[in-house]
């Protein structure tokens, strides 16, 4: 799962809990681990097509505020950026009412020790997001993406559905828009579309993906394969 919906999914799951009981403040921790074939972010490889170890933990208190921190190797093949990546969120979701709508809010900090590059690696965002039963649409802004390339937006849609008992299938689709003229791209292109179709099967508490995962960037666009499409592999436990 993408680490920001995995945050909301658990912070959404405990304030559904603490609405129950509203006169007893409670707090959970929640952890995650996974091992993935290739560690793509909206599209892009992060760790050069290699497998990425990743992990993190989540603390949600009354009446749905949550704080959290996750983490994943990385590959940037020059080494320039390090070789990982510690996010820093916090945030508010919960459901309108008691309906099926929900809200998400929430501010996010992505951190890569051993940055030593002549550019930043380092950048924050602010995101939200609605959500109806299975269904969400995102935004994110950041004023200063990745590597010191100007504003940034992000919107993004998901929808997930159960197939068969334990077995997932989830969709998803993202809109890159960069306010610099080809921002961290190779061409002067200022936006590109990711997509994923992913299957997830749970089995003794442990969940088995596979997902296709890819971009409508070119080698012209990224110099690089790391935005071609691929199969991405991923076994990850909630704790």
Known sequence: ?????????????LTAGFTAAPAQAEIEISGNVALTSDYRFRGISQSDEE?????????????????????SSVDFDSGAYGTL????????????????FGIDVGYMYYDYPGDDSEVEGDYQEIYGSVSWRD?????????DY?????????ISGDYSFTLLED???????GYNMLEED???????????????????????????????????????????????????????KSM
């Open 1 to 13: 799962m993408n680490k920001k919906l995995l945050s909301v999914a658990v912070a959404t799951a």
């Open 51 to 71: 497998p990425a170890v990743q992990g993190g933990f989540d603390v949600a208190f009354e009446p749905g505020f949550y704080i959290g921190t996750w983490g």
């Open 85 to 100: 990546e510690l996010d820093y969120y916090a945030g508010w979701a919960g459901n309108i009412g008691d309906s099926d």
């Open 135 to 143: 269904l969400s649409i995102g935004l994110a802004y950041s004023d």
């Open 146 to 154: 990745y590597a010191e390339t100007d504003e940034f937006w992000y």
């Open 167 to 173: 077995l997932t299938i989830g969709l998803h689709v």
């Open 182 to 236: 080809g921002g961290f791209l190779a061409s002067d292109e200022d936006a590109y579309t990711d997509y994923s179709v992913s299957v997830t099967y749970a089995w003794a508490g442990v969940d088995f993906s596979v997902a296709w995962v890819g971009t409508d960037l070119n080698e012209e666009d990224y110099n690089d394969e790391l935005t071609d499409d691929a199969a991405v592999f991923t076994i990850s």
